[in-house]
């Protein structure tokens, strides 16, 4: 089995900054992407953040020059450090990996169960 878990969510104040952290594991031969998603009540799920093995690195709009994702294939962990938090950003984050369990396996989707993030006053 694989797992994802995050962490770091929270309440924070509007241009307040959060960190999360998303460590996955279980049986693991190799990581490709890990990626960042969010999905606020009524709206659909949205790419945030996406990373690769091989550096690449790419952001929504909404969030260049605000957030940085960031990774530790070592320890097969992706983060998302946040600043500048609006309103806006309020959303539940989530986790994603595209991995392979065995060699003989095709990559494959993996999420996180979750975590909130509010910016209010």
């Known amino acids: 089995q694989v797992q994802l878990v995050e962490s770091g969510g929270g309440l924070v104040q509007p241009g307040g900054s959060l960190r999360l952290s998303c460590a996955a594991s279980?049986?693991?031969?190799?990581?490709?992407?890990m990626n960042w998603y969010r999905q606020a009540p009524g709206k659909q799920r949205e790419l945030v953040a996406a990373?690769?093995?091989?550096?690449?690195?790419n952001y929504a709009d909404s969030v260049k020059g605000r957030f940085t994702i960031s990774r530790d294939n070592a320890k097969k962990s992706v983060y998302l450090q946040m600043n500048s938090l609006k309103p806006e950003d309020t959303a539940r984050y989530y986790c994603?990996?595209?991995?392979?369990?065995?060699?003989?396996?095709?990559?494959?989707?993996?999420w996180g169960q979750g975590t909130q993030v509010t910016v209010s006053s």
């Open positions: 994603n990996a595209r991995l392979k369990r065995i060699p003989s396996l095709p990559w494959s989707d993996y």
């Open positions: 279980g049986t693991i031969f190799s990581i490709n992407a």
């Open positions: 990373t690769t093995n091989g550096g690449y690195t």
